[in-house]
Each structure stands twice: as structure tokens, then as C-alpha cells.
């Protein structure tokens, strides 16, 4: 990543964790499912693949799943345009020095706890194209492939 880190691909960790980890330390503070460090030139998305209704907001309802083991469906945040300084650096992240990384959870909630779910480290990932505006539904490509253990889990299209 350019700079020393603890987060090890394809591993758990909770979102707190995972921030603190990227060297930012007030976690708390983060509210939305995406997190821009400058310092670190780094957009770190946070996917909680499977929504319900009763914990989003019709905005936030995003429909993000992996297309295969290599590429990603994500859909931005509802208010973000393909020519906003935003929708921008995601589309010229490489040429302009920024990462993208990927955390992913099937739900909101931990179903043994309660709490809040933990996020996996899918790493980091490359822009491939887009389509649309507010929502952009951007294709990434995975720098490693998803393991298959995982890869039931983040593809909706698979059946059974």
C-alpha cells in the first residue's frame, strides 16, 4: 500500500479495527460507508451486501455484489456524479497516486452477538468503467481474486 500496514487480505476485522489500522484514529467519526484519506491517498469503502429494509434508507439501499472472483458491482453513494471532484478520483484514482480498498460484509448485524457486524478485506481494487450518475455503479477490479469461500457470499447472482 506504500506505507506500513497490519490488515492482511481476505481477513476480519471490525470497522474500528480497520480504520485504526489505516491511522486514522477517530473511527467514530465516520459515519458513511466510504472514507477518503488524504494523507494515505486512500478511498476506503465499507459494503454491507446484504441490506434490510428497516436499517437503510431508500438512498442507501446500494446494490453491491462481486461479478466474479476479480470483479466488483458498487454502487456510490446516491449523491455523488460521475463529473464531481469525487466521482473523478474514483475514475482517475490510478494516474492521480489514490488506492481504493475493499471491506465487505454479508449483514449489518453479527447474528451470534448482535453487534455489528465484521467487515473482510477483499484489498484493493482498480477502476474498470461506469455507468450512470447518482448513484455511479462502478466495476472494480480486485488486485487478488476473491477466494471461493467468500465468493458465494458477495455474488447475488449466484442461485440455490
Not at 477502476?127 to 476473491?146: A, F, S
Amino acid at each position: 500500500m506504500g506505507f506500513e500496514c497490519p490488515l492482511d487480505l481476505h481477513c476480519t476485522y471490525t470497522r474500528d479495527q480497520l480504520l485504526v489500522a489505516l491511522d486514522f484514529l477517530k473511527p467514530a467519526t465516520v459515519r458513511e460507508g466510504v472514507k477518503w484519506l488524504p494523507e494515505k491517498r486512500l478511498d476506503v469503502f465499507f459494503v454491507t451486501l446484504n441490506k434490510a429494509d428497516k436499517d437503510y434508507s431508500p438512498t442507501t439501499m446500494y446494490n453491491d455484489y462481486s461479478i466474479n472472483e476479480s470483479l466488483f458491482h458498487w454502487q456510490s453513494q446516491s449523491t455523488t456524479a460521475a463529473d464531481s471532484p469525487t466521482g473523478q478520483r474514483y475514475i482517475h484514482h490510478r494516474e492521480r497516486g489514490s488506492k481504493v480498498l475493499l471491506f465487505v460484509r454479508e449483514f449489518k448485524a453479527d447474528r451470534i452477538t448482535g453487534g455489528a457486524a465484521a467487515y473482510t478485506f477483499l484489498g484493493a481494487a482498480n477502476y474498470v468503467k461506469h455507468d450512470g450518475n447518482k448513484p455511479m455503479n462502478i466495476t472494480w477490479r480486485l488486485e487478488r481474486p476473491i477466494p471461493a469461500k467468500f465468493l458465494r457470499k458477495t455474488n447475488k447472482l449466484v442461485v440455490g
